[in-house]
């Protein structure tokens, strides 16, 4: 049986770790626009808009492949996850935050009027009659 030859991809996610996303539980690979899932087996599948995805991939390479692809996860993606997260808690805040914030802070400065209670004048009683 004819394989697809994985080794382009093998090589291309270890040299060039950047040119690879994550999603869903699938690598993509924007440029060639080639998406591969990691099946419960062992196997590879690729996703792609051209013949590459007729073919089957091979359980070496596809072995091959997925230790490539959990080094890169390890080594490249998880820690960029990371990083975006950390950068995400200093970014400055949005405008509907920014305008809740302004209106809270503007309530809370605000002098607080007298009571209903405290402005009724108090008048003696007196009997009628």
């Keep these: 049986m004819v394989y697809l030859d994985l080794g382009p991809a093998i090589t291309a996610i270890r040299a060039r770790p950047e040119e690879f996303e994550f999603s869903s539980d699938?690598?993509?690979?924007?440029r060639s626009r080639h998406s591969f899932s990691f099946l419960n087996d062992g196997?590879?599948?690729v996703h792609a808009n051209c013949d590459c995805s007729t073919l089957r991939t091979s359980s070496e390479q596809s072995k091959a492949f997925q230790a490539a692809y959990k080094e890169w996860h390890t080594a490249y993606w998880r820690p960029?996850?990371?990083n975006r997260e950390f950068a995400s808690h200093f970014e400055p805040p949005g405008f509907w935050r920014r305008l809740g914030v302004r209106l809270l802070k503007?309530?809370?400065s605000r002098?607080?009027?007298?009571?209903y209670a405290s402005t009724k004048?108090?008048?003696?009683?007196h009997s009628v009659g």
């Design 111 to 115: 002098p607080s009027s007298p009571s």
């Design 106 to 108: 503007y309530l809370l």
């Design 43 to 45: 196997d590879v599948q």
């Design 121 to 125: 004048s108090v008048l003696p009683l």
């Design 80 to 82: 960029l996850e990371i």
């Design 26 to 30: 699938t690598l993509y690979h924007p």
